[in-house]
Every structure is written in C-alpha cells, then in structure tokens.
C-alpha cells in the first residue's frame, strides 16, 4: 500500500489529469459543466453557506483545481460565490445582487445606444404581462396599499411627481406578483429610461389627462381582479403611448431645407 502523502499526491495527479483535455474547447466545456454543478451546489443550499475548500470541491466534482479556480470566476462573476480565504475559508454560496444587475444592464444599453423610447416601450410591454397577473392577487393588505395610491393620481401635475408615482406603483405590483424576470427587466428599463435627457411623452394638458385616465380605469380593473380587463387597459394604453412616441419622433426629425 502505497504511503498516505504519496497516495494524496497520486490522486491530484489522477484527477488533474481530467483538466487536460486535447484541445480548448473541450477545456471550455469542462469549466463549463463544473461551474454548473458548482451553481447548483450554491443554490440548493442557503446563502453565505460554505460549499467546501478548494482541494474538497474538486474532490468531490472529481477535476482538478485549475477547473475549479476557473469555473469559481465565473461564479463570481455571476454573483454566486465568494472566494473567504485564511483559517475557515474557501469557497461560499452568495446571491447577486439586483440592484448591481439593474445598473449594469441599463449601462449596457447606454454603451449599445440604444434609442431613447425603447426602454418606454419596453415597460409598458411589460406592464401588459404585470397588470393582468396583478389583477389575480387577492392580498387584502397590498390591495388596499394600491387603493391609497389610486388616490394620488389626480394629484400629480408635473413630472416628477407622475415618476414617483409609476415607482410607488410597480413596487406595489411587484409585491402582488411573483415574477423575478419581469421585474428585473422592468426595473431596468426604467432605470435606463431616467438616465437620459428624454421630454416626457405626456407632457401637455391632454397628455396628462390621459395618463391619469389610464391610471385610474387600470388600478380599477385590478381591484376588482378582473385580469381580462387589466390585460385590455395595459394593452390600450401601450397602444396609446406608441402612436404618441411616433409622433413626436415625427414631430422630431429635421426637415429637408
């Protein structure tokens, strides 16, 4: 039998043997299949749980530290893990951080240019998933939280005061309505949407009649639970907004001389 220390030495051998494929795709695809078994060891457990040391995590995936350490970046990356190192250290689950994620990808579309109303567009398309899914929820408190807000509507005159009112108004409906994605990519838009120098669309007399309209017939259709009819207002609205942006992109563009 062969000495302990000598036995340990034969077995990182054996197993980095399996970080030396023939070639770099075959390298990519086995980082790749260690980070998802690392993934799904930090997310079927609590946060900031300890998933093991690095010798114990290739151990137990049966590769080799390089492909741990490789796929671990990733992870970081990713906001799942958290490299601890000393006494007690090694490798620790984490969640990303939505706020990090949100900032991020409205910095992409900026870096990507993209058009101004895009990120107006995108919401009020996604509002027409949020509104009718809302209108299914039947928790008294949240409901009457967005009685009280109904309240407020016919109140807000300038613009500011019609932006805090969709932000107190959407993270009321995300309250009512489970929906990760949704939300994030909601709150992205806005987000990006508020970054740029952009003229509000409902920015005259008629404009601000018809956003307090709107508010007003959808905030009624998801007190009553009436799906159908949030699902028709959100639509009606969105439809709305879009001849407002083609006109003013109209309205917008220089003329020939």
């Known amino acids: ?42 997310l079927s457990r609590p946060p900031d749980t300890m998933i093991g040391s690095l010798p114990e995590v290739a151990k137990n995936l049966e590769v080799g530290t390089v492909t741990v350490q490789q796929a671990a970046r990733v992870l970081e990356h990713e906001g799942l893990l958290a490299v601890r190192r000393g006494p007690g250290g090694g490798y620790f689950g984490t969640r990303p951080d ?79 309505v489970n929906r990760p994605l949704i939300e994030l990519l909601a709150q992205v838009s806005m987000r990006f949407y508020r970054s740029r120098p952009i003229p ?15 508010r007003h017939q959808v905030i009624d259709a998801i007190l009553a639970q009436d799906p159908q009819r949030a699902r028709f207002e959100a639509k009606r609205h969105r439809d709305h907004l879009l001849r407002r942006v083609a006109e003013k992109s109209r309205s917008d563009r220089p003329t020939n001389q």
């Not at 034969?10 to 980082?31: A, F, G, M």
């Not at 509002?127 to 807000?149: F, H, I, K, T, V």
């Not at 669309?201 to 956003?211: K, P, Q, S, V, Y």
């Open 200 to 214: 509000q669309i409902f920015d005259d007399e008629d404009g601000i009649r018809a956003w307090r309209q709107w």
């Open 98 to 176: 939505a706020l990090v994620l949100e900032r991020a990808l409205a910095t992409y579309l900026r870096a990507r240019r993209a058009d101004n109303y895009e990120a107006l567009e995108m919401m009020t398309l996604l509002d027409c998933e949020l509104m009718p899914a809302a209108a299914q929820c039947g928790d008294a408190e949240q409901l009457n939280e967005l009685r009280s807000l109904k309240a407020r509507v016919d109140h807000c005159v300038v613009g500011e005061e019609r932006v805090a009112f969709e932000d107190d108004l959407h993270a009321i409906l995300f309250k009512m």
């Open 1 to 42: 039998m062969l000495p302990i220390v000598a036995a340990e030495i034969v077995e990182e051998w054996v197993i980095e043997r399996k970080d030396k494929p023939s070639n770099s795709l075959q390298t990519r695809r086995l980082v790749s299949a260690t980070a998802e078994k690392m993934r799904e060891l930090v």
